[in-house]
């Protein structure tokens, strides 16, 4: 019998191993990446201590709660007894016994003279004007919020939603730099910086000191008003987010009749003659309905892009007809201003030049002259710092 030859065992077949190059290229993908979280966050604390952000929409913000408030104040003058003063239905023993339990507090319910309450209006006008001006900022902020917050908690049931928002816009304010521009204390940073001689000279022996406190200073300064304008942002992204959530989850939304059903309210009925012009036209009720619920909850989304400029558009004429067909003047003008925030500074210093050639123009021709080709083309006058007046 012949031999057998031994079979031989098969040998498992080796793993690929990675080329050098696949390896050199996974390394340094890493180390990218993580070289880039550390810039980032690096980045990201420069421009939080670096310098302050939106501060033309910081001023805007500014001017435009001030003149609601005080636009409010004056259109309530007549009834303001009635409203806030101690001969309200709401006395200012009731309101006590609610903070009691609310933790609210009010200056106006710290008495029940009638000649005090006339002080407080008096005060509270007078304020809403030095705060829209932006006379004395960081001083008058304060005491607009205080101010806001005495009105609003003094008759809290005859509140609405843009009493809200201003009474958060307002404590909000108060830690950003918001008279940095268009107000009088920049005009008045202007003027000194023009007119003191001593800020051409050399720095005397032993300013080191004092240097590094103002630099300090303007640090803790520049972070408060970032933080601040921050919060703003998120505020009215978490407002127009929520809001439209909760419009998701009512069956009056899903299928369009929920604008039928507010157009043929009583209460928000100021012309009903238009109210109902309105709601005659089913098919744009419907599609008002569904693009309402879309802007709000794709708006925070949507702002850090091209796209936020057509949203913001809409949003406006949203408010507009909120306020011209519903008869809520007030709670549409606090969401315009709102919305502000979202513009970049580039587009309000665009406004000035824009406005100067406007007023030039009308100028022109109402002395029967026609503008010359060099209308519109003077540069636009700034400040120290590339600040525009």
Known sequence: MAPTEP?????????????????????????????????????????LIERPVSLYAAAVLRIGYGLLYLVFLLREFPHREEIWGPGSPWTPALARQLFDQTGWVSALTLSDGRAYFELCYAVAVVTS?????????????VLFAVVVASFHARAIFMTDGGDNLILLMAVYLVATACGRRWSLDARRARLRSGADPRSHRAPAAGAGVGRHLRDAR????????????????????????????YKVQGGTWGNGT????ALNLQLFQPWPA???M?????????????????????FPFVLFGRLKYPVLCALLAMHVGIAVVMGLPLFSAAMIVADAVFLPDRFYRALGPLWRRAVRRTGAHGR??????EAGLVPAQSGPAGQLY
């Open 7 to 47: 079979v031989p065992t098969p040998v498992p077949a080796a793993a690929p191993t990675p080329s050098t190059c696949d390896t050199e290229r996974a390394g340094a993908s890493a180390g990218t990446a993580m070289r880039r979280t550390p810039d980032r966050v690096a980045a990201f604390f420069r421009l």
């Open 129 to 141: 004007a030095l705060f829209m001006l932006g006379w004395r900022t960081r001083a008058v902020s």
């Open 218 to 245: 303007q640090c803790v300064i520049t972070v408060l008003h970032n933080c601040g304008m921050f919060v703003i942002a998120a505020q009215v992204c978490f407002l127009y987010g929520s809001a439209g959530l």
């Open 258 to 261: 929920a604008l039928h059903y």
């Open 274 to 276: 238009l109210s109902g």
């Open 278 to 298: 309105a709601d005659d036209h089913a098919v744009l009720i419907a599609a008002a309905c569904y693009l309402t619920v879309l802007l709000q909850v794709a």
């Open 368 to 373: 029967g002259a026609s503008p010359g080709p």
